[in-house]
């Protein structure tokens, strides 16, 4: 059986017209022969919407409650794809989570799928039918109904496509595919054919919104390929998939950044063993992650100065937490919001030399100073003055030709 999955994002649902183009993309794989498996998201702001209702009725809304309400808006959509597709002459339903089942295990907004139950959705597909399947959700061993965390119908989608063992997982979204940068920031950034799993996990992480990075893993982990694609143009998209598919001829695949970033720095602190972590011992414990750290060399003194990147969101927290904390000695605490991080990645650097120097050389020219540095087999990150950010982009994306 030649099954391909399709999953739609928001976007891609947001109308009824553009339901009714999701219809036309899913009939042209049927006359591909393919047998089709849809994965619809919410519409596009409706999860929003029940978010923002849940705060209106409670300030202690339960998770499981909670989980329930946000799964919600997938049965919508869901049902408008299906029944648009029988308006259209083919035999098509929605499927909920607990009508398959989806099992589920780990925490209520942050669960993983465990298992998929195929012997219903086999049997329709046998039958010629377009099964529609809610994304984003599932149900745990209490038959509650759990959801997988920030885009969570692309997980989906990626498990679908494991446990049926599909030959294609499309990824439909409001973009083309995945570019070296942001093109509203650098116009002449270019569409990337194929990237590593590795790439894109790290440009997700990095600031890059075509998919989550717990999707791109799971798609890592499990081997399997993905394209993403825009369901408003009829052009190829672009291919994730396994390192060794991808060409090293580019060193560097993209640039990516994050605006969202506050840098703070504990001057003289106490230099003892274990010092940075009881620092971040009450972030981790409060689900606070921390990015970038670097730690001076200590002095005479036995001081030491640390200094550690976060997301702005929470910085009052983690400003909070450091001065309640008794296990810790130091003399200033310093804080700016105005910082921006800036990374290149690519697979081509690991058998490159100079790289970092092109890197730094190219941003010196332009008088644009590094505050921090953190680097990984693929990837290297520089924190700069946030009004530096987007001359910081140009000139690495032309610095590493991504122009062309």
């Known amino acids: 059986m030649k099954i391909v999955v399709l999953k739609f994002g928001g976007t891609s649902v947001g109308s009824a017209e553009r339901i009714k183009n999701v219809a036309k993309i899913v ?26 209702l849940s705060k209106e009725i409670s300030s202690n809304f339960t998770s499981s409650e909670y989980d329930t309400l946000v799964a919600a808006g997938e049965q919508i959509s869901c049902s408008l794809i299906a029944g648009r597709l029988n308006d259209q002459g083919h035999l098509s339903r929605s499927w909920l989570s607990w009508q398959i089942p989806i099992l589920t295990t780990g925490d209520y907004s942050y669960s993983k799928i465990e298992s998929i139950y195929k012997k219903n959705i086999i049997n329709f597909l046998k039958k010629g039918g377009v099964p529609v399947i809610a994304g984003f959700q599932g149900i745990n061993s209490e038959n509650r109904v759990t959801t997988l965390g920030r885009g969570g119908s692309d997980a989906s989608a990626i498990m679908i496509a494991k446990f049926f063992k599909a030959e294609k997982c499309i990824i439909y979204t409001d973009v083309d595919g995945v570019y070296t940068t942001d093109p509203n ?16 996990l790290e440009m997700a992480s990095l600031g890059a919104k075509v998919m989550q990075p717990n999707s791109i893993q799971d ?8 394209e993403v694609r825009s369901s408003f143009k009829n052009k190829a998209g672009s291919l994730i998939t396994k390192r060794k598919n ?7 695949r993209g640039v990516s950044f994050t605006k969202n970033d506050a840098k703070i720095t504990l001057v003289g602190v106490k230099d003892r063993p274990g010092v940075a972590a009881k620092i971040f011992e009450p972030l981790f414990k409060n689900s606070i992650n921390v990015d970038m750290v670097v730690q001076n060399i200590s002095s005479y003194k036995k001081e030491t100065d640390l200094t550690f990147t976060i997301k702005n969101e929470d910085l009052l927290k983690t400003e909070k ?19 921006s991080k800036v990374s290149i990645v690519g697979v ?16 010196a020219k ?30 690495l994306h032309k610095e590493f030709k991504l122009d062309y």
């Open 219 to 226: 798609a890592r982990l499990n081997r399997i390929d993905i």
């Open 246 to 252: 991808i060409s090293t001829k580019n060193i560097i």
């Open 348 to 363: 081509g650097m690991i058998a490159t030399p100079g790289v970092t120097y092109r890197m730094f050389n190219a941003l």
């Open 185 to 200: 920031v650098v116009p002449k950034a270019k569409k990337i054919k194929k990237i590593s799993y590795e790439e894109m």
């Open 27 to 52: 009939t042209s794989y049927l006359k591909k022969k393919f047998k089709v498996i849809v994965v619809s998201s919410a519409m596009g702001g409706e999860t929003n919407r029940l978010i923002n």
């Open 321 to 339: 937490l450091i001065k309640k904390n008794k296990k810790i000695i130091f003399k200033k605490l310093i804080i700016d919001e105005r910082v």
């Open 366 to 395: 332009k008088n644009i100073n590094i505050q921090v540095i953190s680097t990984s087999e693929i990837k290297i990150s520089v924190l700069v003055e946030r009004k530096n950010l987007k001359k910081a982009v140009d000139v």
